[in-house]
């Protein structure tokens, strides 16, 4: 309970989070497809962990894909049609062979970073193992992603019931944690409504238990809206 108490501390930080500019990161395994969410008019950057040899996708017609000028290891990608899911393939000088997963049913993101499941990144894992959920709130509110976090921009109601509507705008997480940014309105007919993080409660599969929220409005009246922060751990 003292957890919630202490989160208090954090409102008077002024929001310095954009959850829209947010970048995607994906760790390549070899195991799953790199996700690159596109739609029309909107170019996606997909941002390799090393230089580009070469790439090929499975209908070119379908999409635009060309270097980034004055860089090795980025790819820009364009959809030219209403249907431009596909499987894009990847290979770096290394040798080694990316395949990514087109699609526009993914929630978008202008930016995707992909990285090596090298010992690097596993040494970013352990740091972020000693991060403490005091830590990580900190990191948000201020906007950072520290290493070992990956930060996905979605668009979930995570809860609509009064007197709040809650709907997250991006996710940041570790193995360990996972915080959430979010957008919070009243849902009420009282003329105010006064945010409790004593009493607040909400259950996300796979984000594990709450343990602090934070905001930069603690009381709400008709039409205002302001920004949540979650952190969950495991």
């Known amino acids: 309970m003292n957890r919630y108490i202490k989160a208090a501390l954090f409102s008077v930080v002024p929001m310095l989070v954009s959850p829209l500019g947010i970048a995607q990161t994906v760790t390549w395994t070899g195991k799953e497809y790199i996700p690159v969410p596109v739609r029309r008019h909107d170019l996606t950057e997909l941002e390799m962990p090393n230089a580009i040899a070469s790439w090929w996708s499975e209908a070119p017609n379908r999409i635009d894909v060309s270097p980034v000028p004055g860089t090795k ?47 690097s990144f596993h040494d970013a894992l352990q740091q972020a193992a000693k991060i403490t959920p005091e830590t990580f709130m900190r990191s948000m509110i201020r906007g950072n992603v520290m290493p070992g976090f990956s930060a996905k921009r979605v668009n979930t109601v995570i809860m609509s019931t009064p007197p709040y509507t809650i709907v997250a705008r991006a996710v940041i997480k570790s193995p360990e944690m996972t915080g959430i940014i979010a957008t919070w309105k009243k849902d009420s007919l009282q003329p105010s409504v006064r945010f409790n993080p004593v009493t607040f409660t909400v259950h996300i599969p796979g984000a594990g238990k709450l343990r602090m929220v934070s905001t930069n409005k603690w009381t709400l009246s008709q039409g205002q809206t302001a920004t949540m922060y979650l952190v969950f751990t495991r």
Request: no cysteine.
């Open 73 to 119: 290891n980025i790819l820009s990608i364009r959809a030219l049609s209403k249907n431009p899911s596909q499987r894009l393939f990847v290979r770096g000088t290394n040798g080694t062979i990316y395949i990514a997963d087109i699609s526009r049913k993914l929630s978008y993101t202008p930016i995707v970073q992909v990285r090596n499941a090298t010992s």
